[in-house]
């Protein structure tokens, strides 16, 4: 008993000094991702030349060509910019996949924005990533806010048609009672039961988009934490709980890098057990029920 009191006492230690370590480092990097991303729609791929790449990303261009070319599109959260996706956004390089854009949209969005109106922008946003690298779909990281507007773009603007996969950190898919701290229209739609939220919940039918959702029981922002939490019975869903790791830490976790990547891959690789199974970089044991898997991870 007392080796598991101090096992997770450290553990949660472990969780605050990442935390408060990444809130510092992003604050000097938050003025380099102000500015707009320059897309680059062949990313390495510009050449039939190999050599030059590390050898995971070889393996992975050998291995699941669909995966390395599919664009994957980072979408920030609320107040933030493309500079929360620099640890991640450099993971995927790595790991081979050719197309990694992070996308801003204006931080304004806080005090005037509006969840309906920032879906429709990010279409377009994602129609002219498709013009350019030629894709037909493109997969989606979404970062709190990020994750919940990439939704609304899915399930209410079409976006199954362009999204194959749709992974959500920290996202606030029930609500957050922190939302009621602030008094903007954006911050009406986050609180739980909302009108916005009531709209995500009704059916949707054959959506082809397949959801991963991240979630973390030390979450400070989504409140309760299991809100961030994604259920609905129309939708394809696999859930992760990342223990031990904060809200704006979950974009720099090394356990969140892997399972992107991983779950982004395995989406190529076995798209017909998309329901039913479910890829795990730590090993551990999946629990499947209907439409979704869960797993939790932990350091």
């Given at each position: 008993?007392?080796?598991?009191v101090?096992?997770r006492?450290?553990?949660t230690?472990?969780?605050v000094?990442?935390?408060?370590a990444?809130?510092a480092a992003?604050?000097a990097?938050y003025?380099w991702g102000a500015?707009?991303?320059r897309?680059?729609?062949?990313?390495p791929y510009?050449?039939?030349?190999?050599?030059?790449?590390s050898?995971?990303?070889?393996?992975?261009?050998v291995?699941?060509?669909?995966?390395?070319?599919?664009?994957?599109?980072?979408?920030h959260g609320?107040?933030?910019n493309?500079?929360v996706?620099?640890?991640?956004?450099?993971?995927?390089?790595?790991?081979?996949?050719g197309?990694?854009h992070a996308?801003?949209?204006?931080v304004l969005?806080a005090?005037?924005?509006d969840v309906?109106?920032a879906a429709?922008?990010?279409g377009?946003?994602?129609?002219?990533?498709?013009?350019?690298t030629?894709?037909d779909?493109v997969?989606?990281v979404?970062?709190?806010?990020?994750?919940?507007?990439?939704r609304?773009?899915?399930?209410?603007?079409?976006?199954?048609?362009?999204?194959?996969?749709?992974?959500?950190?920290?996202t606030p898919?029930r609500g957050?009672?922190?939302?009621?701290l602030?008094?903007?229209?954006?911050?009406r739609q986050l609180r739980?039961?909302?009108q916005l939220l009531a709209?995500l919940d009704?059916p949707?039918?054959?959506?082809?988009?397949?959801f991963?959702?991240?979630?973390t029981?030390a979450?400070?922002i989504?409140l309760?934490q299991?809100?961030?939490?994604?259920?609905?019975?129309?939708?394809d869903?696999e859930?992760?709980c990342?223990?031990d790791?904060?809200?704006w830490?979950?974009?720099v976790?090394?356990?969140?890098s892997r399972?992107?990547a991983?779950?982004l891959?395995?989406?190529?690789?076995r798209?017909s057990?998309?329901a039913?199974s479910?890829?795990d970089?730590l090993?551990?044991s999946?629990i499947?029920?209907?439409?979704?898997?869960?797993?939790?991870?932990?350091?």
């Open positions: 008993m007392g080796n598991g101090l096992g006492l450290a553990s230690l472990r969780g000094a990442v935390e408060s990444w809130l992003h604050a990097l003025p500015t707009a991303e897309l680059h729609p062949d990313g510009a050449h039939y030349r190999t050599d030059a790449m050898p995971r990303a070889r393996g992975l261009l291995s699941a060509m669909d995966a390395a070319g599919t664009p994957i599109l980072l979408l609320i107040g933030d493309r500079s996706f620099a640890v991640l956004g450099a993971a995927l390089r790595r790991r081979g996949f197309v990694v996308v801003n949209y204006s969005t005090v005037t924005g309906r109106t429709s922008m990010f377009e946003q994602v129609e002219q990533v498709c013009e350019l030629g894709a779909r997969h989606v979404g970062h709190s806010l990020g994750g919940l507007i990439a609304y773009y899915v399930q209410r603007r079409g976006g199954d048609e362009r999204i194959d996969t749709l992974v959500t950190l920290g898919h957050t009672v922190a939302a009621y602030m008094p903007t229209g954006l911050a739980p039961g909302s709209e009704e949707a039918p054959g959506c082809r988009t397949r991963v959702s991240v979630w029981p979450d400070q989504v309760p299991s809100n961030a939490r994604l259920s609905h019975p129309d939708l869903i859930e992760h990342l223990r790791v904060g809200h830490a979950l974009p976790d090394s356990r969140a399972l992107v991983g779950c891959v395995r989406g190529h690789d798209p057990e998309r039913t479910q890829y970089p090993r551990t999946p499947t029920h209907g439409h979704s898997a869960s797993s939790e991870l932990s350091s």
